[in-house]
């Protein structure tokens, strides 16, 4: 049996010993230098010039006085005497007056560094999303002798790394890469619904600040995505799912802030419904003259499904191409108005029920393809103040027999119809035509779609 313990060299009593309690209070005085340690300090290098008896300390490198030679360990002050104690790699202090803890490595005390910690909290509790939190009136990020940086990154294009401002815990003002690689500013004065002041392009550093007038010149063709169950109008709509906007009216204010150059902009849909309440999406040119295309899915329309209560579509200016859809309303506006100077091409789209598909306001119907009704509506085609449905290789299929209450197509005012190269498939029901006020409608030989004969008057023509 050796004479001491082999952990804190505790000394044992032996066998047959005499004065039991001299070895007995030896160790207790040990434990009572070491177990519980807190000290004074873990700097001091030479003894206090005072010191109360049981004070105790961890004696810094290059101790001196009479410290000296004992570096690292602790020193207790017992009986007017300090007493040594070598520690062992792995013990834990607490120095006053703060409590910091220091752990001693077998070379030195010293503060643990914080490594792979699950959580931290200063001033604050942490929680599984938040990891890191600290509530306090300043926080300072020092330099180590030179300059200093501050990194966020993000795993993918398409995700975020940014700075949010907020009051009360709601979004006021938000910098960074949200969505792309583009560096953007954007300000809210809920936290819901956002504006984008300022966006820098990362592929040019081509500035755009949208608020003040100042436009984006696109140097290639650009597409914005819509998802309404991933996306989010905060997002910068540059990417598929969660990038992608929320809504088909925040992807139409980017088209608008634009300067197109000529290229053309494309709103991706992705499958899903898009019920547009009362309010129809306005959908403007982008300056610069390029072709605005609104694709839902060319391979199966009715995976997209446009509705409303009013119209669905006005198209204010510009040239706007509509493909891959189903469009349908439940009131008696019509699904698609299309205003002065605007032109709209059409396929791959299938006509619900409505109170009139295409109402054409002085603007123009061009395009070739092939589209699809299967629902009933006032008319199809309506052509109004100078309209014009230009001439076009349009194959339209019937399907379901819909029922045109007015007629399948009412030109006035002026309006002009081309059916030159069209081509009707499937039956209708109601009026074929109606034409007056001085409107011509060119049947080019196609009978148009109905089961009842077409009417002229007011100076209207059927040719």
């Not at 035509?433 to 008057?457: R, Y």
Request: with cysteine; hydrophobic share 45%; glycine share 14%.
């Amino acid at each position: 049996m050796t004479d001491t313990s082999p952990v804190l060299a505790l000394p044992y009593i032996q066998p047959s010993q005499a004065q039991k309690h001299v070895t007995h209070n030896e160790a207790l005085r040990l434990l009572d230098a070491i177990v519980q340690l807190s000290v004074l300090s873990f700097t001091e290098t030479t003894p206090p010039a005072t010191a109360g008896e049981g004070d105790r300390y961890l004696v810094a490198s290059n101790a001196g006085g009479d410290w000296a030679g004992h570096d690292h360990a602790v020193a207790v002050f017992v009986d007017g005497a300090w007493q040594f104690i070598a520690p062992m790699p792995g013990w834990v202090a607490s120095v006053a007056p703060g409590q910091t803890q220091v752990v001693y490595d077998g070379a030195r005390w010293a503060v643990p560094a914080l490594q792979d910690v699950p959580r931290l909290g200063v001033g604050a509790t942490p929680d599984a999303y938040n990891r890191l939190v600290v509530a306090s009136d300043a926080v300072l990020f020092n330099n180590a002798g030179a300059g200093h940086q501050v990194k966020i990154n993000k795993a993918a294009e398409g995700d975020t790394a940014s700075l949010l401002f907020q009051t009360a815990f709601g979004g006021r003002a938000e910098m960074g890469t949200s969505g792309s690689d583009d560096f953007a500013i954007k300000v809210s004065a809920d936290g819901a619904n956002w504006a984008e002041a300022l966006r820098i392009e990362a592929a040019s550093g081509r500035v755009t600040a949208p608020v003040s007038g100042w436009r984006e010149q696109l140097t290639a063709p650009r597409v914005y995505y819509v998802d309404p169950l991933q996306g989010g109008d905060g997002q910068s709509g540059r990417g598929t799912g969660a990038a992608a906007f929320a809504s088909l009216g925040r992807a139409m204010e980017e088209v608008v802030r634009l300067d197109s150059a000529g290229h053309a902009v494309t709103v991706q849909l992705a499958d899903g419904s898009y019920d547009l309440g009362a309010s129809p999406v306005a959908v403007s040119a982008a300056l610069g003259g390029g072709l605005v295309e609104l694709v839902g899915n060319t391979g199966d329309p009715d995976a997209v499904t446009m509705t409303a209560t009013g119209s669905v579509i006005e198209l204010v200016s510009g040239r706007l191409s509509l493909r891959g859809m189903r469009i349908e309303t439940s009131g008696a506006d019509p699904a698609i108005r299309v205003l002065p100077e605007a032109v709209l091409e059409v396929d791959e789209v299938v006509f619900g029920a409505a109170g009139g598909h295409l109402d054409i306001v002085g603007g123009r119907v061009e395009g070739a393809g092939s589209y699809v009704i299967d629902g009933d509506a006032a008319y199809h085609l309506r052509l109004s103040q100078g309209a014009v449905l230009a001439r076009g290789m349009q194959t339209v299929t019937l399907a379901n027999t819909p029922d045109f209450a007015t007629a399948f197509v009412t030109c006035e005012m002026a309006g002009q119809a081309d059916f030159s190269g069209h081509g009707f498939t499937g039956t209708a029901t109601g009026k074929r035509f109606d034409v007056s006020s001085n409107a011509v409608v060119q049947s080019g030989g196609t009978v148009l779609p109905g089961d009842i004969a077409g009417t002229t008057h007011s100076g209207g023509l059927y040719l």
